[in-house]
C-alpha cells in the first residue's frame, strides 16, 4: 500500500503548498480579475489564478478556475487562451485522478500547441499525458511520450522541463519496481532540479530516492538520502516535509532494527502528522509506533498504536480488505504476546478469511499455529502449520521462478545443445522451403509488376535472415556461455588451492558481479550505454586477473554522450574486446593494451572504436588451431549479421595496425550504431 502512494506523490504536480506566500498571490489575483474587463488580459489573469489554486492543492477552485478562464477566450475567439485554459483544466483533473478526461483534454490540444511551436505549451501537454498513461498502467508509452518532452525541453534550453521530464521517467521505472533504474534516473533528475530552484520538487526527489533504496534493502544509501531529504525540507522550511522525512528516516531504522533512532526520529515527526489531515501519514505513524515499541517487548504499549491504526484505516478505507489484514496479523501477534490468546485467535482468523496475498495470508496461518499450540490442540496446529508451509512454499514459488528456471536453464545448455542445433537446422530449412515455394508464387501472380515484387520480396528476405542471425547467435551463446563460466570457476578454484584466498575473493566477487548484470541486461533488447560498459569494466577486470595484471584497459568516451540515456543492443562491445585479448594479446608475452573510444559524430549516430596493440590478425590466424580461428571468425560475422538485420549496425569495418616498416601493430575494430 505504501508503494501505491509513493507512486501518487512522484506524480503530483510540480506545484505543492507554497504557505502564505501563495495565499497572498490567490488574494491578489482574485482582485485582479473582478477588476479587469472581460478581455485577453482577463483570460491569462483566471489562468494564473489556478496556477495559485493548484500551488495550494485547492484542486476544485483550481478546476472551476480553468473553465471559467476556458469559456472566455472561446467566447472571445482567443485561441492561445483557450489552450492554456485547457491544459490548467486538464491538470486538475489529473490530480483529482479523473484519468480519462485529463488524457481527452491534453490529446485535444497537442495538436494545436504543436502547429503554433509553443514549445512550453507543448511540453507540459507532453509530460501531462505521459503522467497520466503512467496511472493508467501503460508505461512504455508514457516513458515515449515524457522522452519526447526531454528531447525537445533541451533543444529548446527548458531546464525546468527537462528536469520534469527526468523525474517523471524515474518515476515510471519505480512504478514497474526497476528500482536501480530508477535511482540512476532520478540521480540526475534531482541534480538537474537543483540548478533549476525548485527546492519543493528536490525533496520530492531526495524521498523517492531514498524510498528506491529502501526497497532494495541497501540501508546506507537509503539513510544517506533520507537525511538529504531532511535537510532540503528544512532549507524549504515546510514542516510538512520536514516531519515526513523524519518519519522516513525512523522507518529506515526500524528496518535495521535500531529501535532507539528509529523512536528519536518517528517522535519527531509525531506532533506535526498527529494534527495534520492527512490521514495516511497517520497510519503509517501508528504503525511505526507500533513496530518500535514491539522491537522493545514493550507489547502493551504496541497493542495501543496497532488499534489505533486500525481505527484510522478502516475510516480511510472501510472494514473490508487488503489494506487491513497487515494490521490484523500484527494484533494477533501482539495479543498472542500478551497472553489474549483468544482476541488472538479471532485477528488471524479474520485475516486468514479475508488475505488475498500470500505474505498476510502465511502470517495469518503461522499466528494460528501458534494460537493452537497455546491451547493444546495439536491436532489443528497440524493442520495450520501444513497450510502455513504450503502458502509459504507458494510464495516462495512465485517470487522466484523467474530466478530459478534461469539458473536451470544454465545448467541444461550442455545437454540440450545437441537437440537445440538440430531444431534450429529444421526451422532454417522449412523457412528456406517456404522462401522458395513463395518465390514462384510472387513471380507467377506479379510478373507484370517486377519492381513492386521485388521489393515486397527484399523485405520479406531480410526479415528472414535476421531471424537466421537471431537462431545462429542463440546457438552461438549456447555454447560459449558455459565454457566461460568454467574457465572463470577453474580459476577461482586455482587460486584456493593455492591459498590466494584474497584474489580468489576478489575473483569470485567480479565474477559473481558480471553474471548478474548479464542476467539483468538478457530481459530487454536494449540497454543503456553506462549498464553494458559496467559489464565490460567487469569483463576486463576478470581477464585482467587471469593476465597476472598484463592486460591494460582504455577507456573514452565523448563528454558530450549522456550514457545514462544513450541505448544500445546488449552484447555489443564484449565481444570485440574478448577477441582483442585472446586473439591479439594472448600470444604477447609481456601483454597489452585494449583501448575502447566512443563518440558521437551524429546527433544520431554512435561510433565505438575498440583497439589492440596485439600481434595481428595474420599472426594470430598462424599461432592458433582452425578450430579456434573458425570459431572467432564465426563469432564477428553473427555479431555483425546481427546488428544490420536489425538496422542496429550503419558500418563495421576491421583495421589492421601497421607501422612504417610494414610490421603489425595491432588491430582497430569501427562501428557505427543509429540511435
Given at each position: 500500500?505504501?508503494?501505491?502512494?509513493?507512486?501518487?506523490?512522484?506524480?503530483?504536480?510540480?506545484?505543492?503548498?507554497?504557505?502564505?506566500?501563495?495565499?497572498?498571490?490567490?488574494?491578489?489575483?482574485?482582485?485582479?480579475?473582478?477588476?479587469?474587463?472581460?478581455?485577453?488580459?482577463?483570460?491569462?489573469?483566471?489562468?494564473?489564478?489556478?496556477?495559485?489554486?493548484?500551488?495550494?492543492?485547492?484542486?476544485?477552485?483550481?478546476?472551476?478556475?480553468?473553465?471559467?478562464?476556458?469559456?472566455?477566450?472561446?467566447?472571445?475567439?482567443?485561441?492561445?487562451?483557450?489552450?492554456?485554459?485547457?491544459?490548467?483544466?486538464?491538470?486538475?483533473?489529473?490530480?483529482?485522478?479523473?484519468?480519462?478526461?485529463?488524457?481527452?483534454?491534453?490529446?485535444?490540444?497537442?495538436?494545436?500547441?504543436?502547429?503554433?511551436?509553443?514549445?512550453?505549451?507543448?511540453?507540459?501537454?507532453l509530460i501531462g499525458i505521459g503522467t497520466n498513461t503512467m496511472k493508467k498502467g501503460n508505461i512504455d508509452v508514457a516513458r515515449s511520450y515524457l522522452y519526447r518532452a526531454l528531447s525537445l525541453a533541451r533543444k529548446?534550453?527548458?531546464?525546468?522541463?527537462?528536469?520534469?521530464?527526468?523525474?517523471?521517467?524515474?518515476?515510471?521505472?519505480?512504478?514497474?519496481?526497476?528500482?536501480?533504474?530508477?535511482?540512476?534516473?532520478?540521480?540526475?533528475?534531482?541534480?538537474?532540479?537543483?540548478?533549476?530552484?525548485?527546492?519543493?520538487?528536490?525533496?520530492?526527489?531526495?524521498?523517492?530516492?531514498?524510498?528506491?533504496?529502501?526497497?532494495?534493502?541497501?540501508?546506507?544509501?537509503?539513510?544517506?538520502?533520507?537525511?538529504?531529504?531532511?535537510?532540503?525540507?528544512?532549507?524549504?522550511?515546510?514542516?510538512?516535509?520536514?516531519?515526513?522525512?523524519?518519519?522516513?528516516?525512523g522507518t529506515i531504522f526500524i528496518n535495521a532494527k535500531q529501535a532507539d533512532s528509529a523512536e528519536i526520529y518517528t517522535l519527531r515527526a509525531y506532533h506535526f502528522i498527529e494534527n495534520n489531515h492527512k490521514k495516511?501519514?497517520?497510519?503509517?505513524?501508528?504503525?511505526?509506533?507500533?513496530?518500535?515499541?514491539?522491537?522493545?517487548?514493550?507489547?502493551?504499549?504496541?497493542?495501543?498504536?496497532?488499534?489505533?491504526?486500525?481505527?484510522?484505516?478502516?475510516?480511510?478505507?472501510?472494514?473490508?480488505?487488503?489494506?487491513?489484514?497487515?494490521?490484523?496479523?500484527?494484533?494477533?501477534?501482539?495479543?498472542?504476546?500478551?497472553?489474549?490468546?483468544?482476541?488472538?485467535?479471532?485477528?488471524?482468523?479474520?485475516?486468514?478469511?479475508?488475505?488475498?496475498?500470500?505474505?498476510?495470508?502465511?502470517?495469518?496461518?503461522?499466528?494460528?499455529?501458534?494460537?493452537?499450540?497455546?491451547?493444546?490442540?495439536?491436532?489443528?496446529?497440524?493442520?495450520?502449520?501444513?497450510?502455513?508451509?504450503?502458502?509459504?512454499?507458494?510464495?516462495?514459488?512465485?517470487?522466484?521462478?523467474?530466478?530459478?528456471?534461469?539458473?536451470?536453464?544454465?545448467?541444461?545448455?550442455?545437454?540440450?545443445?545437441?537437440?537445440?542445433?538440430?531444431?534450429?537446422?529444421?526451422?532454417?530449412?522449412?523457412?528456406?522451403?517456404?522462401?522458395?515455394?513463395?518465390?514462384?508464387?510472387?513471380?507467377?501472380?506479379?510478373?507484370?509488376?517486377?519492381?513492386?515484387?521485388?521489393?515486397?520480396?527484399?523485405?520479406?528476405?531480410?526479415?528472414?535472415?535476421?531471424?537466421?542471425?537471431?537462431?545462429?547467435?542463440?546457438?552461438?551463446?549456447?555454447?560459449?556461455?558455459?565454457?566461460?563460466?568454467?574457465?572463470?570457476?577453474?580459476?577461482?578454484?586455482?587460486?584456493?588451492?593455492?591459498?590466494?584466498?584474497?584474489?580468489?575473493?576478489?575473483?569470485?566477487?567480479?565474477?559473481?558481479?558480471?553474471?548478474?548484470?548479464?542476467?539483468?541486461?538478457?530481459?530487454?533488447?536494449?540497454?543503456?550505454?553506462?549498464?553494458?560498459?559496467?559489464?565490460?569494466?567487469?569483463?576486463?577486470?576478470?581477464?585482467?586477473?587471469?593476465?597476472?595484471?598484463?592486460?591494460?584497459?582504455?577507456?573514452?568516451?565523448?563528454?558530450?554522450?549522456?550514457?545514462?540515456?544513450?541505448?544500445?543492443?546488449?552484447?555489443?562491445?564484449?565481444?570485440?574486446?574478448?577477441?582483442?585479448?585472446?586473439?591479439?594479446?594472448?600470444?604477447?608475452?609481456?601483454?597489452?593494451?585494449?583501448?575502447?573510444?566512443?563518440?558521437?559524430?551524429?546527433?544520431?549516430?554512435?561510433?565505438?572504436?575498440?583497439?589492440?596493440?596485439?600481434?595481428?590478425?595474420?599472426?594470430?590466424?598462424?599461432?592458433?588451431?582452425?578450430?579456434?580461428?573458425?570459431?572467432?571468425?564465426?563469432?564477428?560475422?553473427?555479431?555483425?549479421?546481427?546488428?544490420?538485420?536489425?538496422?542496429?549496425?550503419?558500418?563495421?569495418?576491421?583495421?589492421?595496425?601497421?607501422?612504417?616498416?610494414?610490421?603489425?601493430?595491432?588491430?582497430?575494430?569501427?562501428?557505427?550504431?543509429?540511435?
Amino acid at each position: 500500500m505504501r508503494h501505491i502512494f509513493l507512486i501518487l506523490l512522484l506524480f503530483a504536480p510540480n506545484c505543492a503548498k507554497m504557505m502564505y506566500g501563495q495565499t497572498r498571490a490567490i488574494d491578489s489575483l482574485t482582485n485582479l480579475v473582478k477588476s479587469a474587463r472581460q478581455d485577453t488580459q482577463q483570460v491569462r489573469l483566471l489562468i494564473a489564478l489556478a496556477d495559485a489554486y493548484s500551488a495550494n492543492l485547492k484542486m476544485a477552485q483550481a478546476l472551476e478556475t480553468a473553465k471559467t478562464a476556458r469559456s472566455l477566450a472561446e467566447s472571445l475567439g482567443f485561441e492561445s487562451g483557450r489552450a492554456y485554459a485547457i491544459d490548467r483544466q486538464a491538470g486538475a483533473y489529473s490530480i483529482k485522478m479523473r484519468i480519462d478526461s485529463a488524457l481527452a483534454l491534453y490529446q485535444s490540444i497537442l495538436p494545436y500547441a504543436e502547429q503554433k511551436k509553443d514549445n512550453q505549451l507543448v511540453l507540459s501537454v507532453l509530460i501531462g499525458i505521459g503522467t497520466n498513461t503512467m496511472k493508467k498502467g501503460n508505461i512504455d508509452v508514457a516513458r515515449s511520450y515524457l522522452y519526447r518532452a526531454l528531447s525537445l525541453a533541451r533543444k529548446s534550453g527548458f531546464l525546468k522541463y527537462e528536469a520534469m521530464a527526468i523525474y517523471r521517467i524515474g518515476g515510471t521505472y519505480m512504478g514497474e519496481e526497476r528500482y536501480q533504474e530508477a535511482i540512476d534516473t532520478l540521480v540526475i533528475a534531482a541534480d538537474l532540479i537543483k540548478k533549476s530552484g525548485n527546492q519543493r520538487m528536490y525533496t520530492e526527489a531526495c524521498r523517492n530516492i531514498s524510498d528506491c533504496y529502501v526497497y532494495l534493502d541497501i540501508k546506507d544509501k537509503s539513510l544517506e538520502w533520507g537525511k538529504l531529504f531532511l535537510q532540503a525540507g528544512q532549507v524549504l522550511r515546510d514542516s510538512e516535509s520536514i516531519s515526513m522525512a523524519n518519519l522516513s528516516i525512523g522507518t529506515i531504522f526500524i528496518n535495521a532494527k535500531q529501535a532507539d533512532s528509529a523512536e528519536i526520529y518517528t517522535l519527531r515527526a509525531y506532533h506535526f502528522i498527529e494534527n495534520n489531515h492527512k490521514k495516511f501519514n497517520k497510519t503509517q505513524l501508528y504503525y511505526n509506533l507500533a513496530t518500535i515499541n514491539g522491537l522493545k517487548n514493550d507489547y502493551t504499549t504496541q497493542l495501543k498504536w496497532l488499534l489505533k491504526a486500525y481505527e484510522m484505516e478502516r475510516n480511510l478505507m472501510g472494514n473490508v480488505g487488503e489494506h487491513l489484514v497487515y494490521g490484523m496479523n500484527l494484533r494477533g501477534a501482539c495479543f498472542l504476546k500478551l497472553g489474549r490468546i483468544t482476541e488472538a485467535q479471532q485477528c488471524f482468523s479474520d485475516a486468514a478469511q479475508q488475505a488475498t496475498r500470500l505474505t498476510n495470508k502465511a502470517d495469518a496461518y503461522y499466528g494460528l499455529y501458534q494460537v493452537a499450540e497455546r491451547l493444546h490442540q495439536p491436532q489443528n496446529a497440524l493442520n495450520f502449520y501444513k497450510r502455513f508451509v504450503e502458502t509459504r512454499d507458494s510464495m516462495f514459488n512465485e517470487e522466484n521462478t523467474k530466478k530459478l528456471t534461469q539458473i536451470e536453464m544454465n545448467h541444461e545448455f550442455a545437454k540440450k545443445q545437441v537437440v537445440i542445433k538440430a531444431e534450429q537446422e529444421m526451422e532454417l530449412t522449412l523457412r528456406d522451403a517456404e522462401n522458395k515455394q513463395q518465390k514462384w508464387i510472387f513471380a507467377l501472380l506479379f510478373l507484370g509488376l517486377l519492381g513492386t515484387a521485388g521489393f515486397v520480396f527484399y523485405n520479406y528476405r531480410q526479415r528472414q535472415q535476421r531471424r537466421r542471425t537471431e537462431l545462429e547467435l542463440a546457438n552461438l551463446r549456447a555454447q560459449i556461455n558455459p565454457h566461460f563460466i568454467f574457465n572463470c570457476l577453474n580459476s577461482i578454484y586455482r587460486y584456493t588451492k593455492e591459498r590466494d584466498t584474497v584474489t580468489a575473493a576478489k575473483y569470485l566477487q567480479k565474477f559473481s558481479s558480471l553474471l548478474r548484470l548479464v542476467l539483468e541486461n538478457s530481459r530487454t533488447e536494449k540497454i543503456t550505454l553506462a549498464r553494458d560498459l559496467d559489464a565490460l569494466q567487469l569483463y576486463v577486470d576478470i581477464e585482467s586477473l587471469r593476465f597476472k595484471e598484463k592486460l591494460q584497459y582504455a577507456l573514452e568516451i565523448d563528454p558530450e554522450i549522456d550514457t545514462t540515456f544513450v541505448q544500445i543492443p546488449g552484447m555489443l562491445i564484449q565481444p570485440h574486446v574478448e577477441n582483442a585479448i585472446w586473439h591479439g594479446l594472448m600470444h604477447r608475452e609481456t601483454g597489452g593494451q585494449i583501448k575502447v573510444k566512443i563518440t558521437q559524430p551524429q546527433e544520431a549516430l554512435l561510433r565505438i572504436e575498440v583497439e589492440d596493440n596485439g600481434v595481428g590478425r595474420a599472426a594470430a590466424a598462424e599461432a592458433e588451431s582452425k578450430s579456434a580461428l573458425t570459431k572467432k571468425s564465426l563469432g564477428q560475422k553473427i555479431t555483425a549479421e546481427r546488428l544490420k538485420g536489425t538496422g542496429k549496425l550503419a558500418f563495421s569495418e576491421t583495421i589492421d595496425l601497421i607501422d612504417a616498416q610494414g610490421n603489425a601493430m595491432g588491430t582497430r575494430v569501427v562501428m557505427e550504431i543509429p540511435l
